[in-house]
């Protein structure tokens, strides 16, 4: 099989190839276990050789699909995988810091089908158990013959901006000196656009237009997609919901708070945009002019 370049090497099917070699990522308990050999640490991604002493802890495995032309398996393995010579365990938010977003999706991918497996054990419309089809990613009701797919929930966040300020808020349950950018879920009915509209508004009573997409993110807690977009402020007066924000406020794009997401991850990404093209357009050398 070929992998189009433009998907970064991976390819999602729930189809093996049987390749000589394969791919594997360990995951203990949600966590995952890096290979400690040199030119492996933060790579969560094991070759068949290194992953033999995880054999006899594994419990379930889960085809993700094709990686750099090999296939590639999530191993779900017991808790006593983690004390393996040669290996270390990592939370998996912990890896969003020191791998690369190609190698983070892929583990957001095995931990989210081991999750999904989890929850859907038993059929939603007569109970009975389902069971994983080896044909694709879904967990099959054997009495009613239903078809149960992994669970995605859309989510849009933004930031929004007004010429050389952007609006950063701060959750009610981060600590005092983290800030962000606002997001939310989209509810049933609603395209992207009005879920901007309406969290935005909800949650600092700010109105917004010429909204442009940005990227996407998959964000597995437990199995989200971060939808990222910029927006610009139509209204700046804040007023906060005081539920899930606690604080907001607009920032010049050189003065921002000390503490906010890394460009990992798509909050930090939608600030560094910002900042870099806002240091062009305002920057030092445009004040001389």
Same mark, same amino acid.
């Given at each position: 099989?070929?992998?189009? @370049?433009?998907? =970064? ?10 390749? $000589? ?9 949600? $966590?995952?276990?890096?290979? $400690? ?10 070759? *068949?050789?290194?992953? &033999? ?5 594994? &419990? ?58 989890? @929850? ?12 994983? *089809? ?10 009613? =013959? ?25 959750? *009610? ?17 609603? @395209? ?16 917004? $237009? =010429?909204?442009?997409?940005?990227? *996407?993110?998959s964000w597995p807690y437990p199995g989200q997609l971060m ?19 606690? &604080? ?42």
């Open positions: 099989m070929t992998v189009p @370049t433009g998907l =970064n090497g991976f390819y999602a099917s729930p189809l093996l190839l049987n390749t $000589d070699k394969k791919w594997i990522i360990a995951v203990v308990g949600g $966590d995952i276990l890096l290979a $400690d050999a040199i030119g492996t640490h933060n790579n969560p991604v094991i070759d *068949s050789d290194t992953s &033999q002493p995880l054999h006899v802890f594994c &419990q379930r495995r889960i085809t993700l699909g094709q990686w750099h032309t090999r296939d590639c398996e999530v191993w779900d393995l017991m808790p006593q995988a983690a004390a393996t010579e040669g290996f270390s365990i990592v939370a998996l938010r912990d890896l969003l810091m020191v791998a690369g977003e190609e190698i983070f999706s892929l583990a957001c991918r095995a931990v989210q089908l081991l999750g999904w497996q989890d @929850t859907h054990r038993f059929c939603g419309t007569c109970g009975k158990p389902n069971q994983a *089809s080896d044909k694709e990613h879904a967990m099959v009701c054997n009495g009613c =013959n239903i078809s149960n797919y992994p669970r995605i929930s859309p989510c849009i966040i933004v930031l929004v901006t007004r010429g050389d300020h952007c609006l950063l808020a701060r959750n *009610s349950n981060w600590p005092v000196n983290r800030f962000g950018t606002l997001a939310g879920f989209l509810e049933a009915g609603e @395209t992207a656009e009005q879920a901007l509209h309406r969290e935005v508004f909800e949650e600092v009573g700010v109105e917004i $237009d =010429n909204i442009r997409y940005i990227g *996407s993110q939808l990222g977009f910029m927006a610009d402020a139509v209204t700046d007066e804040i007023k906060v919901d005081g539920i899930e924000i606690a &604080q907001a406020d607009w920032y010049r794009y050189d003065q921002l708070p000390d503490t906010l997401g890394s460009p990992r991850i798509m909050s930090g990404r939608l600030i560094q945009r910002y900042v870099d093209h806002a240091s062009l357009v305002y920057g030092p050398e445009q004040d001389k002019l």
